[in-house]
């Protein structure tokens, strides 16, 4: 990675300075790279990784090893009715964000999604063609959704299914399903692990380092400053002027035409309400009071279905996706799709223990280690099952938010309320499930309402309207001449799909913008 002194950075005024190397921040630099401007990428987290397996450290707790490992390196705090929790989100941090971690799902939102009521001031006729080409820049391969209403995809074609999933596929068409071949952005090179939740060594997955920092870097435009922090952007009344940063202990002030923030739905609006001055006492592009609310994530629901018989497992993992209950009779649900994940006897104990904890039978502890027996015949007698999961969308509700908070880990506290509705969407989902999937046996593994919070989005939200939303539909800050957010905090609605293709379409979208922008400053 190409790395800078102090005076490198400081001496000058950049054309763009991006805030985050996640797939937005990395998308928007790489094309703004290719088009001669010149970019500097600040990154919290480290640019170059160790070739150790890194695996085998996805339970770290010290702060450093995380960075070593290219995830987020302090816990996330959740305030739910006044009760906090602290838990490590599955996020990523350093030079490629959370696609260093990601499983390469890169799928499309449904057109439907930008039409709803609380959706997208962008039509989807116009993300199509940038869909199509985040599809090519990350290699996805996959085989297009019978059920689709858009034109086909030019998807680079799947390999061969495992013995087992073929039993599946195969099993889902039968039962009225409409099975496909899930968009991966994996290129399965030889002894290929598909690395889901981990570094790729090998650059077999399609992440936002390999993929856009990389090449960016190459062309001589893009620099990457590591290991920074950004503690605020200062700005005047219509425009921003430096981003401030320490680096090493020392204080850092950078200079540029364009600014862009792409550190991610937690954390792009700590940023901006961490941004205050007088003319922003209510952080920076705040106006609205919008900055940080309206958060969302996905429910993902994991289903241990067991095949009809015995079949080898050899081959890849992200197979299989049906989105036959994307909308059901208005309501919406989501998708459904493979994890690569194999339901053992150890994850049969775990996931009973859950269950009985929080059932009407939990008072009697003495039955709980005896769970070990059922756990062992379902294991001995059904055999392996594979484990599923649903992406169920969430919907925006104003006083779900993100709230910068100095005094947690990671500088920031969500507070997020479950409503009646997606109890009721979950029961749904899970209901219309069991009756598609039988004659499986099928297992719901996860809790009542299991958020998947390596999701975050909507808190930036992008809208028509000053007054409800952060951005406008070029994903420009409202009220702010040169400060452009690219990452899932614009997402107006979740949808029922992995977000990442979603994130890079847009970026290449506002890219376009951006460009626009530097090339009339330059005239």
Same mark, same amino acid.
């Given at each position: ?32 790279? $290719? ?12 640019? #170059? ?7 085998? !450290?996805?339970?770290? /707790?010290?702060?450093?090893? %995380? ?7 302090? $816990? ?69 959704? +019978?059920?689709? #209403?858009?034109?086909? =995809? ?9 013995? &087992? ?8 068409? $039968? ?16 002894? &290929? ?32 400053? /590591? ?23 020392? /204080? ?40 940080? %609310? ?13 095949p009809k018989g015995k079949f080898s497992r050899q081959g890849p993992v992200k197979s299989i ?37 929080? @059932? ?5 502890? =003495?039955?709980?280690?005896?769970? %070990?027996?059922?756990?062992?015949? #379902? ?35 969500? /507070?997020? #309320?479950?409503?009646?509705?997606? !109890? ?13 999937? @039988? ?15 390596? !999701?975050?989005?909507?808190? &930036? %939200?992008?809208?028509?309207? =000053? ?24 997402? =107006? ?5 992995? +977000? ?24």
């Amino acid at each position: 990675m190409n790395q800078l002194s102090f005076k490198d950075f400081t001496d000058k005024t950049w054309d763009v300075v991006i805030i985050g190397s996640g797939m937005g921040g990395s998308t928007v630099g790489y094309a703004l790279a $290719k088009e001669g401007f010149n970019v500097i990428v600040i990154e919290k987290g480290k640019a #170059t990784f160790s070739s150790d397996n890194h695996q085998e !450290h996805l339970n770290d /707790e010290d702060p450093q090893d %995380r960075l070593d490992h290219g995830a987020w390196p302090t $816990k996330i705090t959740q305030d739910n009715e006044g009760r906090k929790s602290h838990f490590f989100s599955s996020i990523g941090c350093g030079a490629g964000g959370s696609t260093l971690l990601y499983a390469a799902a890169l799928e499309r939102l449904e057109p439907r999604d930008f039409d709803s009521p609380n959706g997208w001031p962008i039509s989807y006729q116009t993300i199509a063609p940038y869909y199509q080409e985040a599809e090519k820049i990350f290699k996805v391969r996959g085989t297009p959704d +019978p059920l689709s #209403t858009d034109t086909d =995809p030019e998807l680079l074609p799947p390999v061969a299914m495992s013995e &087992c999933d073929n039993h599946f596929f195969s099993s889902f068409k $039968k039962n009225g399903l409409n099975p496909y071949r899930l968009h991966v952005g994996i290129d399965y090179k030889d002894k &290929c692990e598909e690395c889901l939740g981990y570094i790729c060594n090998q650059k077999c997955k399609s992440d936002a380092k390999t993929i856009c920092l990389e090449p960016a870097i190459q062309t001589g435009n893009l620099k990457i400053l /590591e290991q920074c922090e950004v503690k605020s952007l200062s700005a005047d009344e219509t425009k921003v002027n430096e981003v401030i940063c320490m680096k090493d202990g020392q /204080e850092i002030k950078i200079r540029a035409r364009i600014f862009v923030v792409a550190a991610g739905a937690y954390f792009s609006p700590v940023l901006l309400q961490n941004s205050k001055n007088n003319f922003w006492p209510n952080g920076l592009a705040n106006k609205s009071d919008m900055v940080g %609310r309206n958060l969302m994530f996905h429910i993902s629901d994991f289903i241990a279905v067991w095949p009809k018989g015995k079949f080898s497992r050899q081959g890849p993992v992200k197979s299989i996706s049906l989105r036959d209950f994307y909308f059901h009779n208005n309501e919406s649900l989501g998708s459904f799709q493979s994890t690569g994940l194999t339901f053992e006897y150890g994850n049969v104990v775990y996931a009973l223990k859950m269950k009985f904890d929080r @059932s009407r039978w939990s008072w009697l502890k =003495p039955i709980r280690p005896f769970l %070990r027996i059922p756990a062992y015949l #379902t294991s001995f007698f059904l055999g392996h099952a594979s484990i599923f999961a649903t992406i169920m969308e969430d919907y925006p509700y104003a006083k779900n938010r993100i709230t910068a908070d100095t005094k947690e880990p990671s500088g920031m506290r969500f /507070e997020y #309320t479950v409503h009646k509705e997606l !109890h009721t969407r979950i029961k749904l989902f899970r209901n219309l499930l069991k009756s598609k999937l @039988s004659p499986h046996l099928s297992f719901v593994m996860s809790e009542d309402v299991s958020l998947n919070y390596g !999701h975050p989005c909507g808190t &930036c %939200r992008m809208g028509d309207n =000053p007054k409800t939303s952060v951005v406008d539909k070029n994903c420009k800050a409202y009220d702010v001449d040169n400060l452009y957010l690219v990452d899932a905090s614009v997402m =107006p609605t979740s949808g029922g799909a992995n +977000p990442s293709l979603t994130i890079a379409a847009n970026a290449l979208r506002v890219a376009n913008t951006i460009s626009t922008d530097l090339k009339k400053i330059s005239e």
